[in-house]
Structures are given as C-alpha cells and as structure tokens.
C-alpha cells in the first residue's frame, strides 16, 4: 500500500511568520510531487507542482523536494490569515497513470 | 472558462435509496477522476477513465458503486443500495490527458444517507 503521511496539525503561526508543511511519501518510484490547499467547505485547489529534486518557488509559496529522502515540503512566507486552509500532498503514483495519492492533510491557522 | 461542474451540491436521501452523482468535466480534457473524502479516510480516489474508458477501478469500495462515462463531457457515480456509511462529499476531478499530472478538481458533492 503506497503511502502519503502529513502531520494532521494544526499548525498555528503568527501573520508574517514562515509557516512550514511537511510531507513524506512510500513509493519510490514517484514522479510527480504537488500540494494542494482546501478551505473549509470547498474542493482542494492547485498551489504548487514539483517534479525536480530542489526548491521550486512561485510567490510566497516555495515547495521543495528530496527523492532520495522521499520528502516534500512546502514553505509559506508572510502567512496570512487568509493561508489557514488545510494543505493536502498528493504524490504520483509509479504504478498507474496519472494516478494521485493524497496524504490527509495539514490543517495550518494563521493567527493576527 | 468553466471548470469542473458538478450536481447536486447536496444530496440527503435514505439508506436503500439509488443515489446519482454527475459531473462534466473541462472541456478538452480526458481524463476523470471520482474521489470521497471524509474525515476518517481523507480524500480516495475511487476510480478514474481516460478516453471515456475506465482504467483503473480499484478504489470502488463495493459493488453498491458503479461508475459511468458515457460521452467524453459527462459522468456519472452511482450508489445503490445506498447506506449511512456513504456519506461523505465526492468530488470529481480531470485532467488533460494521462500524461498529465495536475487535476482540476470540481466543487464536490455532499451526500447524506439517513
């Protein structure tokens, strides 16, 4: 059984503080590395994709990612009240298509 | 452009019932996924076509789920009998192609089996 762990949280951090998420995976022969965040409510949206060993940044978001240690992350700069959302890794999985596996997700509160 | 659509929003019905779930994906794309999330088990793929043909069905929990995609715009995610245990949102997702990764995923379905 391919595995995808998060910490549950929640992770609480001050508005403007770095907050940190992580993500490690079973399968290694994963490819492709994506976070996703969902507010309470709503279906889970894109923020990042990665697929190379490194740092990846867009914005206030940067993931990273460690195959040899199957280990992924995603960093927040600036956190703001509006980032507290929960944040789902999913990861590709090596046996099928296309195919996700989802991790349960951190949930991360931004707090004034 | 739209994204995923997805109907009902809500469904509430009671155990035994048929329940019918529908989704439309991004046009252009080929790919679809049906995922269930609750809080137990967090978000499951259940099962995903590609070219309107079923790949990969492994996640369908019982026979009670069936799962349609007759025309490349639209699908369909049965459950019948249905049972309290079901209740849960389900989401449709799709994707370009296979040899895409990222999904786009619609607004979900919340159902509630009484």
């Known amino acids: 059984q391919k595995e995808v762990e998060q910490n549950s949280g929640p992770l609480s951090v001050p508005e403007g503080a770095i907050a940190s998420l992580n993500c490690t995976y079973s399968?290694?022969?994963?490819?492709?590395f994506f976070w996703y965040r969902q507010y309470s409510g709503k279906s889970p949206e894109l923020i990042m994709s990665?697929?190379?060993?490194g740092d990846k940044e867009d914005g206030r978001f940067t993931a990273q990612l460690n195959k040899a240690s199957q280990y992924v992350s995603l960093l927040i700069r600036d956190s703001q009240p509006s980032d507290s959302a929960t944040y789902l890794c999913a990861v590709s999985y090596s046996g099928g298509y296309n195919k996700l596996i989802f991790g349960a997700g951190t949930r991360l509160a931004v707090h004034p | 452009d739209a994204g995923v659509i997805q109907s009902p929003r809500h469904e509430v019905t009671e155990m035994g019932q048929e329940v019918t779930l529908r989704c439309k994906p991004i046009?252009?794309?080929?790919?679809l996924f049906w995922y269930r999330q609750t809080m137990m088990r967090g978000l499951e793929l259940l099962i995903y076509?590609?070219?309107?043909?079923?790949?990969?069905d492994s996640g369908m929990p019982e026979d009670r789920f069936s799962a349609k995609m007759p025309n490349a715009s639209f699908s369909t995610l049965k459950i019948q009998p249905s049972e309290p245990r079901d209740s849960a949102v389900y989401f449709c997702?799709?994707?370009?192609?296979?040899?895409?990764?990222?999904?786009?995923f619609g607004p979900g379905t919340r159902l509630t089996v009484l």
């Open positions: 997702a799709s994707s370009l192609n296979l040899a895409t990764d990222t999904q786009y």
């Open positions: 076509f590609n070219n309107n043909v079923p790949i990969d």
């Open positions: 046009s252009g794309h080929n790919s």
């Open positions: 399968d290694r022969g994963s490819q492709s």
């Open positions: 990665i697929y190379s060993n």
